[in-house]
């Protein structure tokens, strides 16, 4: 575990009673991280909880392109080092750890990891979303070397490739016509014989000369060397196999927020979002949210960075309403 800051981790078992934070942030992408830089300056005692995969997804990106300040891009995993330095320049301590369970019926709220349990007078919940995968070991493989699941994120990285997107929802057909301004061509594979997305988005797509349909298909395979070079379909109906070319696979099959610790303790939507009540403002009184936990429409790094700015303001001006901070 590492800790750092201008607090030393006071634990249950030395003091008798955990530590109180004035806000305890869970998760650490760019929500989490840009949550703790502006509630650490604020003089606020902010505590970071890590999560499984600190830095989140932008740790398992390659190149990030679309981030402004950038001109010449930025790894996705140092970019994120950089957010965590910065959180913990103003005083933020992160400590590398899960979040297993959360009681936010009563305030102090707490906060149990693996190893410790915290008190906090507010929470910012920034735990994300993760892309549903196909499950293929391939697709591990494979992932940041032709796989990806963000057109918006590296479809400007496949100029001139054959590409394959998997899905058949709204998110599959809007990552297909983007990617056809950047493809040489877009296979759309679709385990159904027809798409669940909305029809304005059906019509553009079928209108699209660049995309072609792979009906009651799914993917077997995903084969290449270094980098994607093709991808073995199957027949859902007759479990036919079939070698397409690609360099590139996009997976558009969904995303999963990672909220299962919060069911029965805050407001959930029908996918499991969190469900804002106003600006950064979850049904609980003093817990906020920000990024991919509650955004399902955006899930950029920059858009969770704002909402991670927000929390933090958010969070501010209600502990100073309430004259509570340590």
Known sequence: MSASGPNDVDTSASSGKPKLYDVVIIGSGPAGYTAGIYTSRAKLKVLIISGTLPGGQLMTTSEVENYPGFP???????????????????????VDDEVINVDFKKRPFIVTTHS????????????GA??????????????????SYCATCDGPFFKGEDIVVVGGGDTAIEEATFLTKFGKSVKLVHRKGSLRASKILQEKAFENPKIEFMWNNVIADIRGDKKVSSVVIRG??????????AGGVF??????????????????????????????????????????????????AITAAGFGCMAAIDVERWLSERKVRH
């Open 236 to 245: 859902v109906k007759d479990s036919k196999e079939k070698v397409i070319k």
């Open 72 to 94: 010449n891009g930025i790894f996705g995993p140092e970019l994120m080092m950089n957010m965590r330095q910065q959180a913990e320049r103003f005083g933020s301590l992160i």
């Open 130 to 147: 993760s892309p549903r995968k196909l499950g293929l070991p391939s697709e591990q493989q494979f992932s940041g070397r032709g796989v």
């Open 251 to 300: 997976v558009a099959i969904g995303h999963e927020p990672n909220t299962s610790i919060f069911k029965g303790q805050l407001e959930l939507d029908e996918k499991g979002y969190l469900v804002l009540k106003g600006n950064t403002r979850t049904s609980v009184e003093g817990v906020f949210a920000a990024g991919d936990v509650h955004d399902h429409r955006y899930r950029q």
């Open 116 to 127: 410790e349990t915290y008190e906090a007078e507010s929470v910012i919940v920034c735990t």
